[in-house]
């Protein structure tokens, strides 16, 4: 028997709430396949090896949940769009807003439905005109 699959709206509470924890250094980016779309994290794990090979800084140069290398979250809502369907190929997209050392921020996830669950497809902070995914140069 399968396990029930996550909702969009559980799966981005479970990357977001653990930030409200004044202690919390931020998502384990060695696991990026728990958070995002297959050819994301290929494009992610090559930037990362190919940077350390060269002694240099990945394109991802900070934590693109809160769009920050650091960080004191407040005031965090979660919110799904209600396309969120349980069908397999589903897409929806989520809207995070949050204070982050006193500052309000918005992060615009699109997600899709995989067969290992949701996962983040794209992600755009308000003020920053480049997604992950034009970062890494891949087509939506």
């Known amino acids: 028997m399968q396990a029930q699959q996550q909702t969009p709206q559980a799966f981005l509470e479970g990357i977001y709430k653990p930030y409200l924890d004044k ?35 990945p394109l991802l140069d900070g934590d693109p949940f809160v ?21 397999a190929g589903a897409k929806t997209t989520g809207i995070v807003t949050f204070d982050n050392l006193g500052k309000p921020n918005r ?21 920053d005109p480049t997604s992950l995914r034009a970062l890494y140069k891949l087509r939506p």
């Open 23 to 57: 202690s919390y250094r931020g998502q384990n980016y060695g696991q990026a396949d728990r958070f995002f779309a297959p050819d994301l994290v290929r494009a992610m794990n090559a930037d990362y090896t190919t940077a350390k090979r060269r002694g240099e800084v």
């Open 67 to 87: 769009c920050a290398q650091e960080w004191e979250i407040g005031k965090l809502a979660v919110a799904v769009s209600a396309n969120g369907a349980q069908t």
């Open 107 to 127: 992060v615009t996830l699109d997600l899709v439905q995989t067969p290992v669950g949701w996962r983040i497809d794209d992600i755009a902070c308000s003020g």
